[in-house]
């Protein structure tokens, strides 16, 4: 920072580490080259407009994180006499207007970030937005757009494995679970204006696949702890392939079996757990809203989650959990 000019307003990409904030920086950044201060981390370490102090004139470009987060440092963001672009699909019950906030944003259960940036640049970088949809696991909007580009299922199946394959590098509780930083894996992306050259190219995609193939051999031996008539609970043990595959399972349990809501508790190493959430039912059960009941929770209807549950609280989860869930 100290080599920035004083008088020079500072622009800052601030995103989301996992496969829509990648993909959406990814395709604004194409549209509007920029240089800019990258922001970034696990997928869960959203309170990112925290890790920065801003002046007047500068420039925020926020993707993919909750504004409920963030609404107390955007506001102070904002009072500095920052400007703010702002793209997302979380919740946001505490969403405002001011004249230097320009607000993108949509809870709709077919819209990621990627989706609603590539709206913005009617569809210019299509084939990134349907891999950040594949990633989000918006499975049936990702097909439907791989309809309307004419694309085949070998295709799709190369950009689903991709979305996958970068939301599975986004998940940990630290950045050192992570096999790739997310800010380097954006620029390793960002060499590639096609998603098929990057598959073909990019040696991050080749070792992610590796990586991902052998810790998935990890789930042959997990067993759910609960079962009921229409939800599931699994605990995962306390390792770090435990933390980095623990959101895929929460996609993989919720497309084998749709008809089952889905929770899944993964150790953090300094105490608690770290939860995934899938409703079988996201508008009569909206996972975001069971999710937000507890102190760090949060997400949307379909796939929400908490960053922190205590030891003590993990009994009381379960009890909620199959309140809300079996109540339909």
Known sequence: MDSISESKPVC??????????????????????????????????????????VRAGDHLTVLDISLDTNVDALRRH??????????????AKSAFQHPRLEMHWSAARDVCTSILVSRFLEDRYVMWAIVAAFGDNLIHTANGMCMQQG?????????????????????????????VHPAELYREVHRFANPF?????????????????????????LHPVEVRKQSIIYIL?????????????????????REFSFAVLTPKTTGGYVVSVRSAH?????????????????????????????????????????EYFEDI
């Not at 500095?80 to 793209?87: E, I, K, L, M, R």
């Not at 050259?197 to 031996?221: K, V």
């Not at 999710?291 to 205590?310: D, K, M, T, W």
């Open 78 to 91: 904002l009072d500095a006499g920052a400007f703010v672009t702002y793209f997302d699909h979380h919740e």
């Open 12 to 53: 800052y990409d601030i995103f989301n580490g996992d496969a829509d904030g990648i993909c959406a920086l990814h395709q604004l950044r194409m549209a509007f080259p920029q240089e800019a201060i990258e922001v970034t981390g696990v997928k869960r370490d959203i309170a990112l407009l925290e890790k920065i102090q």
């Open 151 to 179: 694309l085949t299922w070998v295709d799709r199946g190369q950009l689903q494995e991709l979305g996958k394959l970068l939301n599975y590098n986004a998940y940990g509780e630290q950045l050192s679970d992570l096999h």
């Open 282 to 322: 996201p508008e009569a059960k909206p996972a975001s809203e069971f999710c937000s009941s507890f102190p760090q929770g949060g997400g949307r209807q379909l796939a929400a989650g908490i960053n922190h549950l205590e030891v003590a609280e993990v009994e009381q989860f379960f009890r909620r959990f199959f």
């Open 197 to 221: 050259d990057f598959i073909r190219s990019s040696p991050h995609f080749l070792a992610l696949q590796f990586a991902y193939a052998e810790e998935l051999t990890y789930l042959n031996d």
């Open 237 to 257: 043990p306390d390792a770090s392939w435990s933390r980095r595959i623990s959101g895929l399972l929460a996609n993989k349990l919720h497309e084998e079996q």
